[in-house]
């Protein structure tokens, strides 16, 4: 990956982009950015945050008119006007945010913005069943036009501590400690000059009969989607700034153990901490294992002091692929087993018996009010022996090895070197072992994806072989600039190798006595060959084409010379449907005429067009007869004899 200054960093593996970004600290700061040297030169352009935090706007997005919003407003009241009681609780949330200055009226004489700078909040009340009151939500999802303001604003970095890493925490001690932060989102102010992007409808005086009166919000608000990465930010800075005369311990709790409004902590007991981890430890699988200790860990630093760490599994196959370092496997399986090891190594693995697994209990829903008589509290009995080894377990890296007929363990390949040629006027066949092998072309189901897939091969050998040949810091950097799409010179280039590749295999003696001829005049095809008639000679490319009188024209090569390909090959089947989806699906002569067009002799033409065109579907669609419904039988009485009936 090359940056905009010209700075080169490797991309990394298949397995690693698995696991990318599944950290918060990831997330690029000043701090992060000076500890790596791909970063380290936009360290000093991240600007600081003011006192009013912006609203994180992209630009360039059309704003709605106040239409959607005052019939979002109508339908809103017609609610309201049937729920009394929702009308009083909704004007006595409204009310607190226009007597708090959290929302102010547009004046009448004010300017009318700019198009584009204003962007109008519909709202509506929601209300949690375990709270007394509502809630006014601003719905910032409404779209205008196929546009949100939710899809406009950018969401900020993600600076809130995982629940997971609160909870731990909190089990900590058995004196808990919790807060909630009121109306959280409207102690931050937003700009003055991005508060146009925050209108509101409402009526005058808070009167649902008055007239409908514009209003901006001069908070941030309970739906927008940068509003807890304000929040965040907004809170951990007072932290920073009070920490001199509050204590370090107020700091702590607001960064390590707030969920944007809602804090929870408690004090320190090491005890009740460790046997929490452990127990977690042993009640989840193997990969979530090594993610959830290395969580722990973290979310516990400072706080409890691990010792060891040791995992358990009660897969034997599981084990068998950890313990596994000589096989590779499929890139599910792989990914995970590279994510156990990069979290697990040097920590042992053992096996645990089934019986003794708390995870099962979960599995077999056992009811609540047994849960007292198993080991779902306490964990295995052996947890409260010493050693990291107790009975009844075994260990991975000694006892298990991997099954032989693992479907998840890769086949064994064996690779081999091509000659592909560099240069277009050297002809190199090696005995008669064609460039390419035939059998892989008929994996193919299209002209295009073959012709692709060589070239890039082609494409992949000749790079290799650039920057093995020159170890200059200029090849490699070139090495790595190589462009995904492949130009037409290279598309030729797979071409002329794919059929280099089927002649040398169906016309090998055709192709070996014309390169004799070169050197021995009386050296002729014999008459029995297929394209014996057709006075074949090969190019400077090494092909066998189509004789004849046209050899001092100007007309194209292709033309005057076509390459002959053999009857029923699967590339030569692949070309006639490509061509035949490229006249649109037309019938034989068209199809034909576009085979030839393309500079191609299919020994064989006519047979294998009608056989493609017989058997595509769209051909067999757009060609099919429509099918005649057979009349049933006549009824008994039309159908026997019945005397004239009697004037």
Known sequence: MESQEGNIEHLPTVIEKDNIPSDRDEI????????????????????????????????????????????????????????????????????????????????IDEPTPANGTTWYLPHFPVRHPKKPDIRVVFDASSEFNGISLNQVLLQGPDQMDTLLGILLRFRVDKVAV??????????????????????????????????????????????????????????????????????????????????VDDGLTSQPDTETAISLVLRTKDAIATVLATTLSRTAEAELQGRVAINETVFYSDSRVVLGRIANESKRFHV??????HKIHAASKPCPWHHISSGQNP????????????????????????????????????????????????????????????NVEGEANKLTLQ?????????????????PRLERAVGNLIRRIQTFKAGRDDTSETSRDEVQRVSSNLSSAQLQQAERAIFRAIQSESFSDEVRTLKKARTEPNSTISRKSPPSGLAPFLDDDGILRVGGRLKRGNFDLGVCHPIVLPKGDHVSRLLVEHLHREV???GRHLTTGAVSHAGLWILGLHKLVRGVINQCTTCRRLRGKPLNQIMGGLPGTDSRQHHPSPK
């Open 431 to 447: 005995g008669d072992t064609p460039h390419l092998g035939c059998a892989c072309f008929s994996r193919f189901s299209s002209w």
């Open 178 to 259: 919790m807060g909630d932060g009121e109306k959280m989102f409207h102690n931050f102010h937003v700009t003055p000059n991005h508060r146009n992007f925050l209108r509101i409808l409402w009526f005058q005086d808070n009167n649902p009969e008055k007239a409908i009166v514009h209003h901006r919000m001069n908070v941030h608000l309970f739906g927008n989607i940068s509003s807890p990465a304000v929040a965040t930010f907004g809170i951990r800075r007072i932290a920073r700034e009070c920490e001199s005369t509050h204590g370090k311990d107020m700091s702590e709790f607001i960064h390590r153990d707030f969920y």
């Open 28 to 107: 690029p700061s000043p701090d992060l950015c000076r500890k790596f040297q791909h970063l380290s030169q936009i360290a000093g352009k991240i600007p600081d945050i003011r006192e009013d935090v912006d609203v994180l706007l992209m630009i360039g997005r059309n704003c709605p008119e106040p239409l959607k919003a005052e019939a979002r407003l109508r339908n809103l009241l017609r609610t309201l006007n049937r729920k009394t009681e929702l009308m009083r609780e909704y004007q006595a949330f409204l009310g607190k945010i226009l007597d708090m200055k959290h929302a102010t009226p547009v004046q």
């Open 584 to 586: 649109r699906h037309q």
């Open 359 to 418: 995870a099962d209990l979960a599995s077999r829903s056992v009811p609540a009010g047994r849960l007292n008589d198993t080991n779902w509290f306490r964990g295995p009995d052996f947890f409260w022996q010493s050693g990291p080894l107790p009975a009844g377990t075994t260990s991975a890296n000694t006892e298990h090895t991997y099954d032989e007929n693992d479907p998840e363990v890769r086949k064994q390949v064996s690779a081999s070197a091509t």
């Open 332 to 337: 599910y399986v792989a990914n995970r087993v």
